[in-house]
């Protein structure tokens, strides 16, 4: 089994920065894509940034420039940098990744973390 522990959320004004972790621990024996999602009440769960092992990043067009995503290997953690944060980027954020498991070849396995709030006053 894998699991996916998020850290990082909480209440923060308009202009403010947080950092999001998430720590992969488990049974794998390697980890692939690393990324972070987000859902507001009412809305679906899209994409914000994601890294591949190799270090490529990709970012939504509503947070490119203002947040970072990167990745500790030795650590088998990802974290996400959200600076300049407005209303708008309230919602539970949520990191996902790609695993490959002991014994099992050309497969890669999802899973996700249980999310963590991020509420931005203005």
């Known amino acids: 089994q894998v699991q996916l522990v998020e850290s990082g959320g909480g209440l923060v004004q308009a202009g403010g920065s947080l950092r999001l972790s998430c720590a992969v621990s488990g049974n794998f024996s390697s980890i692939n894509a690393m990324d972070w999602y987000r859902q507001a009440p009412g809305k679906s769960r899209d994409l914000v940034a994601g890294i591949t092992s190799g270090g490529s990043t990709n970012y939504a067009d509503s947070v490119k420039g203002r947040f970072t995503i990167s990745r500790d290997n030795a650590k088998n953690t990802v974290y996400l940098q959200m600076n300049s944060l407005n209303p708008e980027d309230t919602a539970v954020y949520y990191c996902?990744?790609?695993?490959?498991?002991?014994?099992?070849?050309?497969?890669?396995?999802?899973?996700w973390g249980q999310g963590t709030q991020v509420t931005v006053s203005s």
């Open positions: 996902g990744t790609n695993v490959r498991v002991h014994g099992v070849v050309g497969i890669e396995y999802r899973y």
